[in-house]
């Protein structure tokens, strides 16, 4: 079953059309690739399935509802979390605060209850923390908890917006450019960081540049240039299909 239905987004910035009748399904529990040259759109993708921006054309359907027009937040509410290519942490906070700030979409207690320090409020306080340090510690950040983010590793910092991402509950997690500026040996253990959130039973989509990571971790591949799907399917299938080859590929060994 898709968890996720694109069909037929188009948006366009001024004259360029960045996404071009783009049409895909993710579906549930699986791990799915969105791969191309730079400017392909696949970010943009990213921005419309998310809300950050609207799509000209196209439905994005995501567990049965339509998420065209509603606010990030409630996309989030609904059970999509995603990541940023460039990192966008609270960098003078410590990598704790960072994931319970993933995770205040789940937390219900108002303002007047935290200013008066009601039980409620307190408990439910208790076991976001709790349950922050869980996420921290599911990614293996649980002894940098308390450092401010800005301290952290490059690849660390990447590590903990997945966590941010992981405590808001997610249905759906969206990597953008997870391995970005990570060594090999940090994508090693992403591909097993990933594999890890499947089984949690939480389904991914991502984009990525380095094809080790997504031929290992990807059961299914999304192509795009220049705004335009140009092929899709197993990492198998897409490493031999000629136009993926010539667009993006090449000819080297991935
Ligand atoms: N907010 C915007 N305003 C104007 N043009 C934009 C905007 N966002 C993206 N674009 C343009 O849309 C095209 C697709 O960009 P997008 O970032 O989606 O590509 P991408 O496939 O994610 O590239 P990369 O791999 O380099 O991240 C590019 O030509 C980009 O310059």
Not at 17 to 36: C, H, K, M, P, R
Request: charged content about 25%; some cysteine.
């Amino acid at each position: 079953m898709s968890l996720l239905e694109i069909r037929d987004i188009t948006k366009s910035f001024g004259g360029l059309t960045a996404v071009n009748d783009v049409s895909f399904d993710v579906a549930e529990g699986s791990i799915v690739g969105l791969i191309g040259p730079n400017g392909a759109g696949k970010t943009t993708t990213f921005n419309l399935i998310t809300g950050n921006y609207r799509a000209d054309r196209g439905s994005v359907t995501f567990a049965g509802r339509s998420l065209v027009g509603m606010k990030t937040h409630r996309i989030v509410k609904l059970g999509v979390a995603r990541t940023f290519q460039n990192i966008r942490l609270f960098q003078q906070l410590s990598a704790l605060e960072n994931v319970l700030a993933g995770r205040h979409c789940r937390t219900g207690a108002g303002l007047l209850g935290a200013m008066l320090r009601l039980p409620g409020q307190v408990k439910e306080e208790r076991a976001a923390i709790a349950r922050a340090l869980e996420e921290l510690h599911f990614v293996g950040l649980q002894e940098r908890s308390l450092e401010l983010a800005k301290n952290l590793a490059y690849g660390d910092q990447r590590r903990l917006e997945i966590a941010r991402a992981l405590a808001s509950d997610p249905k759906l997690v969206i990597l953008d450019e997870p391995a970005g500026g990570m060594n090999e040996q940090e994508t090693d253990q992403l591909v097993e960081l990933i594999a890890r959130i499947k089984a949690r039973g939480i389904t991914i989509l991502l984009i990525e540049h380095d094809m080790s990571l997504v031929m290992r971790a990807c059961e299914h591949i999304v192509v795009l240039e220049y705004g335009e799907k140009i092929a899709e399917g197993s990492p198998k299938a897409i490493q031999a299909n000629p136009r993926v080859i010539e667009a993006y590929l090449g000819t080297e060994e991935v």
